[in-house]
């Protein structure tokens, strides 16, 4: 699944760009979840329609972090950034 959000078109929304801004983390850093984080389907919505949205947890800078997506048809955006900067 992390496959085929990360080969979508991203966009983020305006809060996750303004906590990118402030926390000093890059687009790359963002893409790193998409290749080694994990979903936590527990979080997620899989079967909503017509945009499933997904949860996935992992690293950023060496500190737990986490990103709300939502996937459809041809666009993943990332709604929401979670980043433990403690």
Avoid: A
């Avoid at 000093?24 to 936590?40: E, H, N, Q, R």
């Avoid at 972090?65 to 996937?71: E, T």
Wanted: with cysteine; net charge positive; charged share 25%.
């Amino acid at each position: 699944m992390l496959k085929i959000l990360r080969n979508k078109h991203q966009i983020y929304s305006e809060g996750v760009l303004q906590l990118m801004t402030t926390k000093k983390i890059d687009s790359m850093s963002i893409d790193s979840l998409f290749y080694f984080g994990d979903i936590d389907f527990s979080k997620s919505k899989v079967r909503q329609e017509p945009c499933r949205y997904y949860w996935i947890d992992g690293f950023i800078h060496e500190k737990e972090s986490s990103i709300y997506v939502q996937n459809c048809d041809t666009l993943v955006t990332i709604q929401k950034l979670y980043y433990n900067s403690n």
